[in-house]
């Protein structure tokens, strides 16, 4: 598992080579913005951890909306029955594991190498979007969809397939097996919620 979350941060913050779609051009826009924050915040990342996460998370609101990815492992169910504190924390839980845990991939950044195999509006959505895509990391091929959504205006990052496997879905099952762990009881399976490494 933390081979594949780290894949999914470089995905997210590597330099991607588009052509000349809308999506792409903003996505390759929001890339360079969040790659020159890592560049030029490398040195903070080792003295203090908690204010380069929070610089990083200021330079993903373009591309990230943090709480459109976590609604989506917290599942329609337990969205709907949850109070709004309580999506509020799982929110936060879940963006502050994902990051605090995965910033020490950021480094290996330079190794990665992503490039456009295609892309799709499904359902002629112009809402939506699929991109099919190839990296490669230390020499190493992977396959990788990225689904994007346009929400207010904003094509954001809803979700990443890799490889076949789908990271959210398997964020969603890690917590519902814990939340049926301690027995349907909400606020303990978002306390000790955790990604599995």
Sequence with gaps: MRKLLIFFILFIFSAVSFSG???????LEQHNKIFKY?????????????K?????ENSLKGLIISEEISKRVLGKKNYTIASEEQKK?????????????Y????????????????????NER?????????????DTDFDLIYKMKKIEKKWIVIGIILDGIDLITIFKKQFNKLLKDFDGNLDLAIRNWELDS
Excluded: C, Q
């Design 126 to 138: 112009l809402d939506l979007a699929i991109v099919k895509m190839s990296v490669n990391v230390s």
């Design 52 to 56: 380069f996460l929070k610089g990083l």
């Design 89 to 101: 924390n799982f929110d936060l839980k879940f963006k502050n594991t994902l990051f605090d845990t």
């Design 38 to 50: 890592i560049n030029n915040s490398e040195n903070l990342l080792k003295e203090d951890r908690t």
């Design 21 to 27: 779609t809308e999506v792409e051009k903003y996505v």
């Design 103 to 122: 910033s020490t991939a950021l480094v290996e950044i330079d190794n990665a190498n992503i490039s456009i195999d295609s892309h799709v509006h499904p």
